[in-house]
């Protein structure tokens, strides 16, 4: 085990790499209640049941991709990185998809599925860098700063304190209501706790605002703590229902499909780079068995779509358990084991609310947004398209919406600029997905 994974090459052993993995798995844990209220749609009223899914089949569906994936990682790649279903690609999914488009979650399955099978062609061929090239460096930091704000709105949104206004369309909620007061104290928590770098902030963040709100009479306690493991059935295997439908071959759905691997697939290379530099394993600027890595989150996501989840990724949090000393594959098969262990905790999820995952929210929506001090915002052509991009996706309350809008003003403010030539061929294709887009989105 030490030979395979290089303990002395690297200058770590077992217990540096059981406690990283643990650190990962605590920076991490909170998408283990996230996700399944997010996929469900749990803050949104009155929606028919066809719309929601399954909150215990995505839990399990959660822990099950996120170990598989962190195993994968592990053993392939060799790398201390955790993964699980990705934040923003999880509100894309239920926000954007289902609610606003109307698409069914079998079908938005369907999707993640394909873009992941897409991904691991995509790595397989070698194509992956040309793409990541085509692609500007200030659109890749637009999207993930877009992404950003769009879940802390969803966060804002969720807790009660941006409310709907008729006058002005936004308002602030009521600061006087027990749940909203709630989760102000969340935040104020989960900011001390990651100002003061503690491992695991955003977690113990929740924990403690659940623990509050149960004092204080605004959630109910859990009836016990260890339960049986949920059903996986409501959710394993519908991604294969959707290929039998013709409505799932559209435009909507390539648009979806395009969405969700284009955000994995930056997401990911961007944080194998950071994770690694972190960690010390980068060689000459060069990344050592960068395929495996993105072959490990491609392989992931497949899975995950499989059980029933949104796109499964690696997660940038993997960074508290370097901090922490791990330096191999073997923390992210820690890491694995932790989210197994998870799944006969599922009754704490009753004590998961709202007010609860607001404050995770707003916060991952911080950490996010720190990408805008990456674009050069005094090159015009640049800044309109990176701009739109960002300031799309909250004010549209869709993901893939503001992707579209950027991608296509960018060659034309380009072009304009006298640049045609600086613009990929790869580019000019999406400008005319986007634009197609658009005319039948309308």
């Known amino acids: 085990m030490k030979?395979?994974?290089?303990?002395?090459?690297?200058?770590?052993?077992?217990?540096?790499e059981i406690i990283g993995g643990l650190t990962?798995?605590?920076?991490?844990?909170?998408?283990?209640?996230?996700?399944?209220l997010t996929l469900s749609l749990q803050s949104v009223p009155d929606l028919p049941d066809s719309m929601r899914m399954d909150q215990g089949a995505v839990f399990v569906a959660t822990a099950l991709a996120a170990a598989i994936g962190s195993i994968l990682m592990g053993l392939i790649a060799k790398y201390p990185i955790g993964l699980a279903p990705g934040m923003g690609l999880n509100a894309f999914f239920a926000?954007?998809?289902?609610?606003?488009?109307?698409?069914?979650?079998?079908?938005?399955?369907?999707?993640?599925?394909?873009?992941?099978?897409?991904?691991?062609?995509?790595?397989?061929?070698?194509?992956?860098?040309?793409?990541?090239?085509?692609?500007p460096a200030e659109l890749k930091f637009a999207v993930g700063a877009g992404?950003?704000?769009?879940?802390?709105?969803?966060?804002?949104?969720?807790?009660?304190?941006?409310?709907?206004?008729?006058?002005?369309?936004?308002?602030?909620?009521?600061l006087s209501d027990g749940n909203v007061l709630l989760a102000i104290f969340g935040i104020v928590i989960t900011v001390i706790l990651m100002t003061k770098n503690v491992k695991g902030g955003i977690f113990i963040g929740m924990a403690v605002t659940a623990l509050a709100g149960m004092i204080f009479g605004l959630i109910n306690a859990p009836e016990k703590i260890v339960g049986a493991v949920p059903s996986l059935e409501p959710t394993f295997g519908a991604a294969f229902t959707a290929f039998g439908d013709s409505s799932f071959f559209s435009t909507e759905m390539l648009v979806?499909?395009?969405?969700?691997?284009?955000?994995?697939?930056?997401?990911?290379?961007?944080t194998l780079v950071a994770v690694a530099n972190q960690a010390g394993l980068m060689k000459g600027n060069i990344l050592p068995r960068a395929g495996k890595g993105l072959l490990a989150d491609s392989c992931a996501t497949v899975a995950g779509a499989i059980l029933g989840t949104s796109t499964t990724t690696s997660y940038i949090e993997s960074s508290a358990g370097v901090a922490a000393g791990a330096r191999t594959g073997f923390a992210a098969i820690v890491t694995a084991v932790f989210f197994l262990l998870s799944l006969f905790f599922f009754p704490l999820l009753d004590v998961i609310t709202a007010p609860v995952t607001a404050p995770a929210l707003i916060?991952?929506?911080?950490?996010?947004?720190?990408?805008?001090?990456?674009?050069?915002?005094k090159r015009f052509e640049i800044a309109v398209p990176a701009f739109l991009t960002i300031i799309a996706m909250p004010l549209t309350y869709s993901i893939a919406t503001g992707i579209a809008i950027g991608f296509i003003f960018y060659p034309i403010t380009m072009i304009v600029k006298g640049k045609a030539k600086e613009i990929h061929p790869i580019m000019y294709f999406l400008f005319a997905v986007f634009v197609l887009y658009f005319v039948f989105l309308k």
């Open 256 to 270: 979806v499909v395009l969405t969700f691997l284009f955000v994995d697939f930056f997401d990911t290379a961007g």
């Open 95 to 135: 926000y954007t998809v289902i609610l606003t488009m109307g698409i069914s979650w079998q079908h938005a399955l369907g999707g993640v599925l394909i873009s992941g099978l897409i991904f691991i062609l995509l790595t397989l061929s070698g194509i992956r860098e040309k793409i990541i090239n085509a692609i």
């Open 147 to 174: 992404i950003g704000l769009f879940i802390a709105f969803i966060g804002f949104q969720n807790a009660g304190i941006i409310v709907n206004d008729d006058a002005v369309l936004l308002g602030l909620g009521d």
């Open 363 to 377: 916060i991952v929506g911080v950490l996010m947004v720190s990408s805008l001090g990456q674009i050069d915002w």
């Open 24 to 36: 990962t798995f605590l920076s991490m844990a909170y998408i283990l209640a996230i996700n399944p």
């Open 3 to 16: 030979k395979y994974f290089q303990f002395e090459e690297l200058g770590t052993n077992y217990r540096r």
